[in-house]
């Protein structure tokens, strides 16, 4: 079992940054991919960021490309997402995810996400 808990959401300008941290306990995270997702309101939750178990490999959906960076510290069981230049179409709540079970290729789909955090607001204002 893994328990993530994500942290760093709050309110921003347009054009701001935030890094969000997602804290794993429980179990170690160091083997997995991990993921970071969001749920703007009333929408679909949606794939934003990926990164492999020894973070050689990433992945973004086009939306955040060249603005948001995910990395991990596996010392700290610990990744980040930075995100930079943001929009108001960013607003959402941001979740961390672990992959327990893939050890190829990055997945973009939630269905293969096994563990999730609570989440985090992340609210950009004009």
């Known amino acids: 079992q893994v328990q993530l808990v994500e942290s760093g959401g709050g309110l921003v300008q347009a054009g701001g940054s935030l890094r969000l941290s997602c804290k794993a306990s429980?179990?170690?995270?160091?083997?997995?991919?991990m993921g970071w997702f969001r749920q703007p309101q009333g929408k679909e939750r949606e794939f934003v960021a990926a990164?492999?178990?020894?973070?050689?490999?990433?992945y973004y959906a086009d939306s955040v490309k060249g603005r948001f960076t995910i990395s991990r510290d596996n010392a700290k069981n610990t990744v980040y997402l930075q995100m930079n230049s943001l929009k108001l179409e960013d607003t959402a709540v941001y979740y961390c995810?672990?992959?327990?079970?893939?050890?190829?290729?990055?997945?973009?789909?939630?269905?293969?996400?096994?563990?999730w955090g609570q989440g985090t607001q992340v609210t950009v204002s004009s």
């Open positions: 995810a672990a992959d327990l079970t893939r050890t190829g290729a990055l997945s973009t789909s939630e269905y293969e996400y096994d563990y």
């Open positions: 429980i179990r170690t995270i160091s083997s997995h991919h």
């Open positions: 990164i492999t178990w020894s973070g050689g490999s990433t």
